[in-house]
């Protein structure tokens, strides 16, 4: 599974994330609230910036 793109849908407390493959196939679909976003970040091995 590797990511390609990632999209982030930002609100007030909940965030969802969403990564596609090179073949934009959805391959991670998560939803975090802002406390777990650092912690997904560092978790994923994605580069994120905000």
């Known amino acids: 599974m590797k990511i390609t793109t990632i999209g982030i849908d930002l609100a007030k407390e909940v ?4 990564g596609a493959d090179a073949h934009g196939k959805a391959v991670l679909r ?3 609230r802002r406390g777990e976003m650092a912690k997904f970040r560092g978790y994923s091995g994605l580069y994120v910036r905000l």
């Open 15 to 18: 965030f969802q994330v969403h």
């Open 30 to 32: 998560k939803q975090l």
